[in-house]
């Protein structure tokens, strides 16, 4: 059974989150009013903040602490702020900060599950090389009209990418996929569509 927003949801309304006078926020699950509702739903009913809104059919932005709450944490921050900054220069590392996020991009750390999957769906984005037969088709690509109702046939009929399409023509794939979109709207406006 599938919700729409502002439906009866457990004890709340679906993609709505409710609140009392004092700014407090509705638990859909067991009906009590909570200004850190994120912590109450992972303490008592064992969900994390993303699970939470994604059963409820909040945003994944949607603020799961409540307006006093907030209000308390931004004049604590105020007070500490300049203590805050000094301690995090004193304590900051710009070289081992990029190095780590090199090494995060490069799949360093990793499980091998993970390594395996991001490298089949980037192969898969690429996709295959294109035949000598499907690259004589294509054709020169400064024939514009001609390059792009080909490049259509092969992406429609062939299920070759932009990308390899690109690597075949030697041009960067956003202007490849320009050309082609372009290419499109022009027939769609041909046949009056």
């Given at each position: 059974?599938?919700?729409?927003?502002?439906?009866?949801?457990?004890?709340?309304?679906y993609?709505?989150?409710?609140?009392?006078?004092?700014?407090?926020?509705?638990?859909?699950?067991?009906?009590?009013?909570?200004?850190?509702?994120?912590?109450?739903?992972?303490?008592?009913?064992?969900?994390?903040?993303?699970?939470?809104?994604?059963?409820?059919?909040?945003?994944?932005?949607?603020?799961?602490?409540?307006?006093?709450?907030?209000?308390?944490?931004?004049?604590?921050?105020?007070?500490?702020?300049?203590?805050?900054?000094?301690?995090?220069?004193?304590?900051?590392?710009?070289?081992?900060?990029?190095?780590?996020s090199?090494?995060?991009?490069?799949?360093?750390?990793?499980?091998?599950?993970?390594?395996?999957?991001?490298?089949?769906?980037?192969?898969?984005?690429a996709?295959?090389?294109?035949?000598?037969?499907?690259?004589?088709?294509?054709?020169?690509?400064?024939?514009?009209?001609?390059?792009?109702?080909?490049?259509?046939?092969?992406?429609?009929?062939?299920?070759?990418?932009?990308?390899?399409?690109?690597?075949?023509?030697?041009?960067?794939?956003?202007?490849?996929?320009?050309?082609?979109?372009?290419?499109?709207?022009?027939?769609?406006?041909?046949?009056?569509?």
């Amino acid at each position: 059974m599938s919700l729409s927003i502002g439906d009866q949801d457990g004890y709340g309304r679906y993609g709505i989150l409710d609140a009392d006078s004092d700014g407090a926020l509705l638990c859909h699950k067991c009906g009590e009013y909570f200004q850190h509702l994120a912590t109450h739903a992972r303490m008592t009913h064992g969900l994390y903040a993303a699970e939470y809104r994604s059963q409820h059919g909040l945003g994944r932005s949607a603020r799961l602490v409540g307006e006093q709450a907030r209000q308390a944490m931004r004049q604590g921050y105020e007070r500490r702020k300049d203590e805050a900054l000094a301690d995090l220069a004193k304590h900051r590392d710009p070289d081992k900060a990029r190095a780590k996020s090199v090494g995060a991009i490069r799949g360093e750390g990793w499980r091998p599950a993970v390594v395996a999957k991001r490298t089949q769906m980037n192969q898969a984005r690429a996709g295959r090389d294109l035949t000598t037969d499907e690259v004589s088709h294509l054709g020169d690509p400064v024939h514009v009209r001609a390059w792009t109702g080909a490049a259509i046939w092969l992406i429609d009929e062939r299920g070759v990418t932009i990308r390899a399409i690109a690597e075949a023509s030697d041009m960067r794939p956003g202007t490849a996929e320009q050309r082609i979109r372009r290419g499109r709207k022009e027939d769609w406006e041909k046949r009056g569509m």
